[in-house]
């Protein structure tokens, strides 16, 4: 069984029905086998209260008598959302779920555009229609266009609309939470923007090449591009190579990491950028070289740079991180002594070309402090293990990366679910990433007491408590401290979790016991 509704301002049937029940009627069409040549005999109903089928329904639909009219009545407490039309024939029933959604309000209709600019000069689009809504979705041929702001009582939506192909006229549909669009009402002429003149876009790739079973950086500089952070994808024309993330710098400029897979055909393939509704591609633009051969190349991955703690690709300025790959160093030695080296066996690190503090080397892993100074966002990381150097890999540098190693009790004991901790004590937490502190040490040095700028919660058995001190470890590198006072109150527990919370973001969670202290 099929069920439809008309919407009115000319648009074809949708379905399934959608009817505003903040009217006093509303009517469904159905189709289905044997409904029509019964329907002297067939009954109907509908699931739910507030709707009754209105006397004399259901009746053949007059402009194609193959089609059956249901007329529906609705009460003033008629709510909204899906309901089920139950069809009755000599006692056997057939239940249509779903048949019927009811709405509101009608769908969103769009009148007119405007183009505008705001007090910085940015380009908007305020739309002029019917129904709009604050949480309403804008479209333009497909691609989102951010909603900027909304007039409830002009009936005008603000939005910016995404990048397209210079000089195309682009289809503008709004959806609304409830299901519908203003494509159920929109005219044979819907309302367009047309996007303005400008030079055909182009793209430049470094490197334009790469080995088959590695990941590589591409650094791609466009010419009459619009990249927008968050609309923005690069493909490379084959299953064989796999985009894993992109960064966008600025509208013509962009970061791609991508996989190569080790089986992958040595040929070259098409980039292409999609931003918004705005393809740009190169031919033949990227080539697949064929595997290496065994050498000492420091090899690095994507996502190989991780919390030290909680082995998440997550990193904070200040914190300890663990870098894993291959041909990383020639030896394996610790850092004898604080300030931590930059350089180790030969190993050097380099984050923007800035050699970072380095705490163990070893050829498939090293461990270093991200410096307090790098800034949030993307950033090149290079490795020399004194020989040779590898090739580029973008990493993603983030303000809050918590991670927790461990816990202790007062007196310095390990504590997990094994080792309970005593309600009334004070924890003491060891973690990193937690972001800054006041005031900020020098990277590589030890650290003397400074708080933590942003407020740090700890999470034990459910409850949020508040630390009596979060900040760095005094005498150590990139290591955080949590002392969190244990409230004799809590629920003592055979096995429970504790982590961290700073701006939103949690640590890795640790396993541990409760229990009441002793009589």
Same mark, same amino acid.
């Given at each position: 069984m099929t069920t439809y509704s008309f919407p009115g301002n000319g648009a074809p049937a949708i379905l399934p029905a959608f009817l505003n029940s903040s009217r006093s009627s509303g009517t469904v069409i159905a189709y289905g086998p044997g409904l029509s040549s019964n329907l002297p005999n067939v009954s109907v109903s509908v699931m739910g209260s507030g709707v009754r089928v209105h006397p004399g329904s259901p009746s053949p639909y007059a402009p194609a008598v193959a089609y059956t009219e249901i007329d529906l009545d609705f009460g003033p407490l008629t709510g909204t959302g899906p309901r089920h039309l139950v069809f009755s024939l000599n006692g056997d029933v057939y239940v249509r779920t779903d048949g019927l959604q009811l709405v509101s309000q009608d769908a969103p209709l769009v009148r007119s555009v405007q183009p505008q600019t705001d007090s910085d000069g940015n380009l908007e689009l305020a739309l002029a229609g019917d129904n709009f809504a604050a949480d309403s979705r804008v479209f333009l041929d497909g691609a989102p266009a951010p909603v900027l702001s909304f007039d409830k009582v002009a009936g005008v939506l603000g939005v910016s609309p995404p990048p397209g192909p210079a000089g195309r006229p682009a289809v503008i549909s709004v959806y609304n939470p409830d299901g519908q669009s203003?494509?159920?009402?929109?005219?044979?002429?819907?309302?367009?923007?047309?996007?303005?003149?400008?030079?055909?876009?182009?793209?430049?790739?470094?490197?334009?090449?790469?080995?088959?079973?590695?990941?590589?950086?591409?650094?791609?500089?466009?010419?009459?591009?619009?990249?927008?952070? %968050?609309?923005?994808?690069?493909?490379?024309?084959?299953?064989?190579?796999?985009?894993?993330?992109?960064?966008?710098?600025?509208?013509?400029? @962009?970061?791609?990491?991508?996989?190569?897979?080790?089986?992958?055909?040595?040929? &070259?393939?098409?980039?292409?950028?999609?931003?918004?509704?705005?393809?740009?591609?190169?031919?033949?633009?990227?080539?697949?070289?064929?595997?290496?051969?065994?050498?000492?190349?420091?090899? @690095?991955?994507?996502?190989?740079?991780?919390?030290?703690? &909680?082995?998440?690709?997550?990193?904070?300025?200040?914190?300890?991180?663990?870098?894993?790959?291959?041909?990383?160093?020639?030896? &394996?030695?610790?850092?004898? %002594?604080?300030?931590?080296?930059?350089?180790?066996?030969?190993?050097?690190?380099?984050?923007?070309?800035? =050699?970072?503090?380095?705490?163990?080397?070893?050829?498939?892993?090293?461990?270093?402090?991200? =410096?307090?100074?790098?800034?949030?966002?993307?950033?090149?990381?290079?490795?020399?293990? %004194?020989?040779?150097? &590898?090739?580029?890999?973008?990493?993603?540098?983030?303000?809050?990366?918590?991670? @927790?190693?461990?816990?202790?009790?007062?007196? %310095?004991?390990? @504590?997990?679910k094994d080792h309970p901790a005593v309600l009334g004590d004070t924890l003491v937490l060891y973690g990193t990433g937690l972001g800054p502190v006041d005031p900020q040490p020098a990277s590589g040095v030890a650290a003397s007491a400074a708080a933590t700028t942003a407020p740090v919660k700890a999470h034990v058995a459910g409850v949020d408590l508040d630390p009596a001190y979060a900040g760095l470890a005094p005498g150590f590198v990139g290591l955080y401290q949590v002392n969190v006072p244990l409230p004799a109150n809590l629920q003592p527990a055979a096995s429970t979790q504790i982590f961290l919370r700073v701006q939103g973001q949690n640590s890795n969670a640790l396993p541990l016991a409760l229990r009441a202290p002793s009589i």
């Open positions: 203003s494509v159920f009402v929109q005219p044979d002429a819907p309302i367009t923007y047309t996007y303005p003149s400008a030079g055909a876009p182009s793209l430049r790739l470094a490197p334009s090449s790469g080995r088959a079973g590695r990941d590589v950086t591409v650094d791609i500089q466009g010419t009459n591009t619009n990249f927008v952070n %968050g609309q923005t994808t690069v493909g490379f024309g084959t299953p064989d190579i796999v985009t894993r993330r992109v960064w966008v710098l600025d509208p013509t400029h @962009l970061l791609a990491v991508a996989s190569i897979s080790p089986s992958a055909a040595q040929t &070259s393939t098409t980039v292409s950028v999609t931003s918004g509704a705005q393809l740009t591609a190169l031919n033949t633009a990227f080539q697949v070289l064929p595997p290496a051969s065994s050498n000492t190349t420091p090899l @690095l991955s994507f996502q190989g740079l991780v919390n030290a703690a &909680s082995s998440q690709p997550r990193i904070a300025p200040g914190s300890i991180a663990s870098l894993y790959g291959l041909n990383l160093s020639l030896a &394996s030695p610790a850092a004898a %002594g604080l300030p931590l080296p930059t350089t180790l066996a030969g190993s050097t690190v380099t984050l923007n070309d800035r =050699p970072v503090p380095l705490l163990v080397v070893t050829p498939t892993q090293i461990n270093l402090q991200i =410096p307090f100074e790098m800034p949030v966002g993307p950033a090149i990381l290079q490795v020399s293990n %004194g020989t040779e150097l &590898s090739d580029p890999m973008a990493v993603q540098i983030d303000a809050f990366a918590p991670g @927790l190693f461990r816990v202790f009790n007062s007196a %310095g004991a390990s @504590l997990d």
